[in-house]
């Protein structure tokens, strides 16, 4: 990591200008989304077709976990740095198919796992990686069992660049 932004606080616990470094995993992030076994989260996202999912809501999704990780990562929840993380870009988005489903199939469960991984004076990136994720093992009425084994794929990575500011600054 290259360092925090100049203008957010050391956290109120820390003394001195001295500011905190941390590490990747301190905005590390993964979601599931249950398509395969979830018919009322699957009509929302899906498409006429009952294959394919919305690019567009998915696309909402991808940018909201991106601010979650910057917002982590800026330890934005803490009220002594009151910040606000906007979206400045997203870049190299590139998922994957396998030539006989879209990637982004209703068929399967997506999973994002994303994390910061490089940070500058105002701005940092964010990694997010698309997984699908297929389950082996079924219970009864086709329902993934808890205990069965989870396999995923990777579909690809998008970088997200996002912007921290000061709440009072604007």
Known sequence: MRGTPRWVSPPFAAAG???VQR???ASFL???YPFASDPELLQIYMVHDAVSLRGGMF?????AFSADCAFRH???YNPARPLTVVTAAHDGLSIFGDGQHSPLSALHDLRL???VV???NSSMEVQTDVLRVRRSSRGAAGAPDEDGDEQE???GSCFTVMVARERESF
Do not use: F, Q, W
């Open 118 to 120: 490089s940070v500058g």
């Open 153 to 155: 794929e990777y579909l």
């Open 59 to 63: 696309l909402e999704e991808l940018d």
């Open 30 to 32: 993964e979601i599931t």
């Open 17 to 19: 200008p001295d500011l």
């Open 113 to 115: 796992r994303g994390a």
């Open 23 to 25: 590490k990747r995993s």
């Open 74 to 76: 800026a330890d934005g």
